[in-house]
């Protein structure tokens, strides 16, 4: 073993204490560099933690807003959602305001109420039923002590001539109030009766009109026809529109068009439907009067029910007999008859003659 040099005694007294002080010393810095790694790897893994968590709730977000777009296509939107989604739909024809052609001499089929700040307007009134459509804001509407809020999405109808006082909010996030206005005049009421005659007085009250795929894309159907087409070409766009809304229950066809002559009014009506089995009730039903009323009007116009149903099944069977080669049978089948000696009678005693003679001189023409 080698000793310390002689002329070194302190240092050599104290040199396995220093060995060991040494070591003890390294043995300190290797702990602390081992803690302050393992506090580093501590640290980064929460710190990859947090950022995992962050950036998840990030991609939660997207996934979440995709998913809405997804369901808005596929149609699984809650529904405010929904209506919203369909309602953004209506906003290129809302781009700017065009209310000041709304009320004149030839009001455009389709006027777009936009705001900015709220308005209150103390007395509303439209000359020409329609329908109002929310696209962004809210709009309140009051009628006498009734108040309704309506939302972007939401839609509601307007008699013609009814008196509201309405209040315009624009939207809390764009700060824009859109609204669609289309006019749905008494000559397109009239001519929708005429081609649908079946949803004439079918109609009960609501306070809301249901703003579906179907009706959303009517509108934009006829708004597409505005600035390049004729106003025929939007006024027949918006039969769909109207034909939409009488479907679903909201919209009576003909309000105002048995105010003139009760027996052209029942005329129009029966007239697409001879095979169904008419009664005073069912007719008086389709103009919302009773049955009394019907016949009191009737009879003040020198007609009846029963006879204007009569010439209109056999004015219909002579037509489908002489000029569109059905046969006997067909024809009763068409004017609601159900029997054949009955149907051969009324038709020898309006025309002279029996129903297999008329188709016979058809075929001799």
Request: proline share 4%; charged share 25%; glycine share 6%.
């Amino acid at each position: 073993m080698e000793l310390c040099p002689e002329n070194r005694p302190a240092r050599c007294t104290s040199w396995p204490l220093r060995a060991l002080a040494s070591f003890h010393a390294r043995r300190r810095r290797l702990g602390s560099t081992r803690d302050s790694l393992d506090d580093r790897i501590r640290n980064g893994t929460r710190y990859f933690r947090t950022s995992i968590v962050a950036q998840t709730f990030q991609t939660g977000l997207a996934i979440r807003r995709l998913s809405v777009s997804v369901k808005a296509c596929r149609g699984e939107l809650l529904p405010m959602q929904k209506k919203q989604a369909l309602a953004m739909q209506l906003r290129p024809l809302a781009e700017s305001d065009t209310r000041e052609h709304a009320f004149g001499s030839e009001p455009p089929f389709i006027s777009a109420f936009v705001s900015r700040q709220r308005e209150c307007i103390a007395s509303f009134s439209t000359p020409s039923a329609g329908l109002v459509v929310i696209v962004e804001g809210r709009k309140q509407v009051q009628r006498g002590a009734d108040i309704r809020n309506y939302g972007a999405g939401e839609a509601f109808l307007l008699s013609a001539g009814s008196r509201i006082e309405v209040i315009n909010e624009p939207d809390q996030g764009s700060g824009i109030y859109r609204a669609l206005f289309l006019c749905l005049s008494r000559e397109l009421m009239i001519e929708a009766a005429r081609l649908w005659p079946e949803f004439a007085g079918r109609s009960s009250p609501a306070d809301r009109v249901a703003l579906d795929a179907p009706l959303c894309a009517a509108i934009l159907h006829a708004g597409e026809a505005l600035s390049s087409a004729s106003r025929r070409v939007v006024a027949h766009r918006l039969l769909e529109v109207i034909l939409i809304l009488a479907e679903q229950g909201v919209l009576q066809l003909a309000p105002k068009y048995v105010d003139g002559s009760v027996s052209d009014a029942v005329r129009l009506l029966v007239r697409h439907q001879l095979d169904r089995d008419w009664s005073g009730a069912s007719v008086a039903a389709s103009f919302g009067m009773s049955e009394a009323t019907l016949r009191r009007r009737l009879r003040a116009e020198g007609q009846s029910l029963r006879d204007i149903l009569l010439a209109a099944r056999m004015q219909a069977a002579k037509v489908l007999l002489c000029d569109r080669n059905a046969d006997v049978a067909e024809a009763i089948a068409a004017t609601g008859y159900a029997s054949r000696s009955h149907f051969a009678r009324q038709f020898r005693q309006a025309f002279g003659m029996s129903p297999a003679t008329a188709r016979q001189m058809r075929g001799e023409r």
